[in-house]
């Protein structure tokens, strides 16, 4: 089982930014950003696929803020994240499909089999 992992997080104030990383990213697949509050389900951020042209999917409450983005060559994904907010405080995982392409269920965590062992992201008001 392929293993990703994460790095970047930290803590931040409302308002600013962080970007976070996650290794090896192969851009012959779908990959995603989860994360997990104390308390809450898991959930889908962002995701990408390159497979038949770039593809970027976002949940409502991080689009416009948050960017996705893979580098083939360095072999790293990334999540830009900007205009930071207290509710987006969790732990980061990214997260591999062995499907090229992420299609409408690219939020659902099950179809993913590979994941990184997360990062903190921690926003203060």
């Known amino acids: 089982q392929a293993q990703l992992v994460e790095s970047g997080g930290g803590s931040v104030q409302a308002g600013g930014s962080l970007r976070i990383s996650c290794a090896p990213f192969?851009?012959?697949?779908?990959f995603a950003w989860f994360r997990q509050a104390p308390g809450k389900e898991r959930e889908g951020v962002a995701a990408?696929?390159?497979?038949?042209?770039?593809?970027?999917y976002y949940i409502d409450s991080v689009e416009g803020r948050f960017t996705v983005s893979g580098d083939n060559a360095l072999g790293t994904l990334y999540l830009q994240m900007n205009s930071l907010k207290p509710e987006d405080t969790a732990m980061y995982y990214c997260?591999?499909?062995?499907?090229?392409?992420?299609?409408?269920?690219?939020?659902?965590?099950?179809?993913?089999?590979?994941w990184g062992q997360g990062t903190q992201v921690t926003v203060s008001s």
């Open positions: 997260a591999q499909r062995t499907s090229t392409r992420c299609g409408e269920t690219w939020a659902d965590p099950d179809p993913y089999h590979a």
């Open positions: 192969d851009d012959r697949y779908c």
């Open positions: 990408i696929s390159s497979n038949g042209g770039l593809k970027t």
